[in-house]
């Protein structure tokens, strides 16, 4: 694999020197078969600047303080998420009271669910400025492999969890168990989990369109 990339790094370079514009490279390069993420990776590697040569940019270093960042950020937003969620539970059971349901109305699981809210989310919402300011600051670092790594990883938890939801809906109109609070409950569960799901993957996109 780094074979590869090599070489694709070493022809889009000599392309570049020789005065032909991104434009060209990419159109020639997909022609070839390559992917349009490795072409635009390679692109990305040189900067948009007036030399007489191609000017690599910096590559972004992976640290231990940036996976830290990312898998708290990730942790108490899940947290944050699922104490929501749990919330929003109980207020439909509240509402919607069913006698021959095992699920009621609980008080205590209620305390726990805003306790949680109450810690989590600050710490997610700090985080989450901390990053941005960090990117803000450096933009490479959008780039870096953690950051891509974690962020898809997220995102693919969500899409598992709005699949799961879909499914467990499809399966309650089936058996004829749709009432209101199932319905509501998928609702919660999808809105929640699609926000996160819509919003880390058009940001790593326009991330990758940045580059």
Known sequence: MAKREDELLEFTRQALAQGHPKAEVERILGDAGWSADEVRNALASFADVEFPVPVPRPRPQPSAWE????????TTLYSSAYSLGSLLFEFIELAFPDPASHA???PIQVR???SSLVIAFPVFAYVSMRISRLLRA?????????????TYIAALIAALIVI??????VNGALGGELTIRF????LVVGVIAGAIF???LTDLRRGDAEQ
């Open 67 to 74: 996976a830290f960042l990312y898998l708290l950020l990730f």
């Open 104 to 106: 009621v109305w609980s």
């Open 112 to 114: 726990w669910a805003i």
């Open 138 to 150: 450096d933009p490479v670092r959008r780039g870096s492999p953690v950051r891509k790594w974690l």
């Open 164 to 169: 799961g939801d879909l499914v467990a809906l």
């Open 183 to 186: 319905v509501l409950k998928a």
């Open 198 to 200: 819509t919003y880390y």
